[in-house]
C-alpha cells in the first residue's frame, strides 16, 4: 500500500501530499523502514511540496530533522554555520527560528508599494513585489533543499510566501533571452553587508568583507542533478552584489546593462503564471527545492501578531559545477569565525 498520494498544488506547479496515515511519527517511522524519500515527488512536482496537518512536529521538533533526511544526507546543524543562537532552536540545533518573538525579533519585509495590484490582489510580480531569492545562494555549493515549517504562523490573510517555478520560467524565455542567459553567471553576496540595491541606492558605505564572505558567482541557468531539466537561478535586490555585479561580464552598478538584464530576467521569472503563493495553517509543511525555486516573504502586521516558523536546510546534490569544492562560507580563521558571529542571516 502507498504511503501517500499527490494531488497537484495549484496551476503553476507543486503537489500535495496526503498521508496513508494521520499519526506523523508513525508514517516518518514507515517511510524510513522502507528506505523511501519523499525527493522524487519533489522534483516530479517542480520542486514543491506541501504536507499539511502536521502539528506533532511542534511537539516533537526532531521529527522535522528526520523528514529533512528524506530528502538529501546532510542537514545543516546552525550552530556551526556563523548563525547567532538566539536565532537556532534551543533543542533542535538543525532548526533555524524564522520569527518576530524576542530575543530573535525578525521583522517582516515592508508592505509594496502600492500595497495591492491594480485587482486588488496581493502582488507576485517583480519590481512590485521585493525579496525574491532563493536560500543561501552565496554559498558555494549551495543548499539542495529547505523545509519550512508553520509552528505558528499568520493566518489573518497575511504573512504568505511566494513560490516561482524556476523550470517553468526557463522554458518559457525566448530564443534571444536563452542564448544570453544560457552561460551567464549572477554574483551572488551574503545579505546587510550592504552590497544590495537598495543600500548601493541610499549611499551606504560597504562592509569589508572577509575571505569567506566574498561574493560567489552562480550560474545564471542550472542544470538539475537529478531532473536534468534547465532551471533560471538568480535572485534580485538583497543577495545579489550591485556593486561588482549583478551580473558578471556586463556593465556593473544599479544603472548597468546587467541590472537591466537582471530586472528583464525577474520580472519573467515571478510573473503569476509561474508563482503560487501560500496562505498558512498550523502544521503546514512547505519544502521547497533551491536549485529550480525562489521564494519570497510578505508583510505581516508585526505590531499585532507573533509569527514563528521553522526551517531546516538540506544539501549534498548541488550538481557536478560543485564537484570538490570546499565551503565557501566556512572561515579558515578562527578570529574571524567569532567576530562574523551571527551576521549570516535568511
Keep these: 500500500m502507498s504511503m501517500f498520494t499527490l494531488e497537484p498544488l495549484s496551476g503553476s506547479f507543486g503537489a500535495r501530499v496526503t498521508r496513508n496515515t494521520q499519526n506523523v511519527h508513525a508514517w516518518v517511522s514507515a517511510l524510513e523502514a522502507a528506505q523511501s524519500d519523499l525527493l522524487t515527488p519533489l522534483v516530479e512536482a517542480g520542486g514543491l511540496l506541501l504536507l499539511s ?4 512536529i511542534s511537539a516533537e521538533p526532531e521529527l522535522l530533522v528526520r523528514i529533512s533526511r528524506l530528502f538529501g544526507p546532510h542537514v545543516e546543524d546552525y550552530r556551526q554555520t556563523l548563525t547567532g543562537s538566539h536565532r537556532i532552536h534551543v533543542d533542535v540545533p538543525e532548526i533555524l527560528l524564522v520569527t518576530n518573538k524576542q530575543p530573535t525579533n525578525q521583522q517582516p519585509p515592508k508592505q509594496p508599494d502600492p500595497p495591492t495590484a491594480e485587482d486588488g490582489s496581493l502582488p507576485l510580480q517583480f519590481p512590485h513585489r521585493r525579496g525574491w531569492h532563493t536560500d543561501q545562494s552565496y554559498r558555494r555549493p549551495p543548499p539542495d533543499v529547505s523545509l ?7 493566518t489573518a490573510k497575511q504573512g504568505q510566501t511566494l513560490y516561482a517555478n524556476g523550470i517553468a520560467a526557463y522554458a518559457a524565455l525566448s530564443d534571444d533571452l536563452k542564448a544570453q542567459v544560457d552561460n551567464l553567471q549572477g554574483l551572488h553576496v551574503m545579505p546587510w553587508t550592504r ?8 549611499g551606504e558605505e560597504p562592509m569589508p568583507l572577509l575571505p569567506h564572505q566574498q561574493p560567489q558567482p552562480q550560474p545564471v541557468v542550472r542544470t538539475h542533478p537529478v531532473s536534468g531539466e ?20 556586463l556593465e556593473p552598478g544599479i544603472h548597468g546593462s546587467g541590472a537591466q538584464l537582471l530586472y ?71 578570529d574571524d569565525a567569532e567576530r562574523m558571529r551571527g551576521i549570516e542571516n535568511v
Design 53 to 56: 496537518d502536521m502539528q506533532s
Design 148 to 154: 519550512f515549517y508553520a509552528h505558528e504562523p499568520i
Design 195 to 202: 552590497y544590495s540595491e537598495e543600500a548601493v541606492r541610499n
Design 230 to 249: 534547465k532551471a533560471l537561478y538568480l535572485c534580485e535586490s538583497g543577495q545579489m552584489d550591485w556593486i561588482n555585479g549583478p551580473l558578471v561580464g
Design 264 to 334: 528583464k530576467i525577474m520580472s519573467h521569472y515571478t510573473h503569476p503564471d509561474f508563482v503560487y503563493a501560500h496562505h498558512w495553517s498550523a502544521g503546514d509543511l512547505v519544502i521547497y527545492d533551491n536549485r529550480c525555486t525562489i521564494h519570497a516573504a510578505t508583510w505581516f502586521d508585526a505590531t499585532r501578531y507573533e509569527r514563528e516558523m521553522w526551517r531546516t536546510t538540506v544539501s549534498g546534490n548541488p550538481g557536478a559545477l560543485y564537484d570538490g569544492e570546499s565551503p565557501s562560507w566556512i572561515p579558515k580563521d578562527a
